[in-house]
């Protein structure tokens, strides 16, 4: 292994480029993640094979044997019953991508980081930064497994509080490897700098976040599927059983009716603060990048809450759950683009 080297641009851009493809992989694997949640098929595969996993079934035999595995799970006999093998093969197929494309996220990081270290083109600091996006990513295998494991019990349900680890974990790992390709890429402070917006863009970010993980715990508790109608939840704009569950720190987690609203007051929030944010426009010279991308943010904002809504309103499509969730990842990522370019001092 080679001494670190002195900056160098072409290197940098090599290192960078490496991480925003990474941070592009990551999100592919939030969205067909999601598509996996909605379609319920992340319980279709019962065991977890980290070598032998990675191979699909190659023949009649092979699908008889998933299959029959499939038919002694808590799933099929509750929910699935009289399922046929080819409607089995549908809800396989996707959690099998699922988890192969995180298997795929490992071979895409480790033999690059091996060869940027080897190289010495890694300094201290982004070693030790890569080195924790290394265990995040091998933590986030680990909380996935956990998280199916939780389904193949008696109540063939996962944990809602699993399930948002596991997306809140995802959506981490994300910004930490796009904010990581920003500041490599020397875009850090690439917008003349602000102060004033880099630190708006980082609370809105933390918003953003917080909005993602009450709505993971909406989609675990499938609370989507009730009081679907908007902005009032059965009459009222607060539900009759906000506290169901009584004033208890249970029920803001557990309570199907203050989950589903709470998450509708944070989108509501988080809304207004990415239209709030776009004021800093002002404050930015015209033909800044930085002035593009805090116009942007507000954009974001708006097209991902009436995504919000459409996706109660018509009872949580497939289609729009899945891209109602991108969209998430995406408005964290104008928000950190928008950070990105405003660091002072970088």
């Not at 960078?16 to 996996?36: K, Q, Y």
């Not at 699908?63 to 499939?70: I, M, V």
Request: glycine share 10%; aromatic share 12%.
């Amino acid at each position: 292994m080679q001494a670190p080297s002195p900056p160098h641009p072409r290197r940098q851009t090599l290192v960078a480029a490496w991480l925003f493809v990474l941070s592009v992989l990551v999100f592919l694997m939030i969205v067909i993640g999601g598509a996996t949640r909605l379609t319920e098929s992340g319980l279709s595969i019962v065991e977890w094979k980290l070598v032998s996993g990675t191979i699909p079934p190659l023949n009649e035999a092979d699908w008889q044997a998933l299959f029959a595995e499939y038919r002694n799970s808590p799933q099929y006999r509750q929910i699935n019953a009289g399922m046929s093998l080819e409607d089995f093969k549908g809800i396989f197929w996707l959690e099998f991508i699922h988890r192969l494309w995180g298997r795929m996220l490992g071979f895409a990081f480790v033999p690059p980081f091996a060869f940027f270290w080897w190289r010495g083109w890694l300094d201290r600091a982004l070693l030790g930064r890569l080195a924790l996006a290394l265990i995040l990513g091998a933590g986030q295998g680990v909380l996935g497994w956990l998280m199916v494991k939780s389904g193949l019990v008696n109540d063939p349900r996962v944990s809602h509080y699993r399930l948002a680890a596991h997306l809140g974990l995802g959506i981490a790992i994300y910004g930490y490897l796009f904010w990581l390709a920003c500041s490599v890429s020397r875009v850090a402070g690439g917008g003349g700098g602000s102060a004033v917006v880099f630190g708006r863009a980082r609370f809105l970010a933390a918003l953003v976040f917080l909005t993602a993980l009450s709505g993971a715990l909406v989609a675990g508790l499938r609370a989507g599927m009730a009081y679907n109608t908007f902005p009032l939840m059965g009459g009222r704009l607060i539900p009759d059983d906000y506290l169901a569950y009584g004033a208890t720190l249970a029920n803001f987690f557990d309570n199907i009716a203050a989950v589903q609203f709470n998450h509708r007051v944070l989108a509501t929030v988080t809304a207004a603060a990415a239209v709030l944010f776009g004021l800093n426009i002002r404050r930015i010279p015209a033909g800044s990048r930085l002035r593009v991308a805090v116009a942007v943010v507000p954009i974001a904002g708006l097209i991902q809450y009436g995504l919000g809504v459409a996706t109660l309103l018509l009872q949580v499509p497939v289609s729009l759950g899945v891209l109602h969730q991108g969209m998430a990842v995406l408005l964290l990522t104008a928000v950190l683009w928008a950070a990105c370019l405003a660091r002072p001092g970088a």
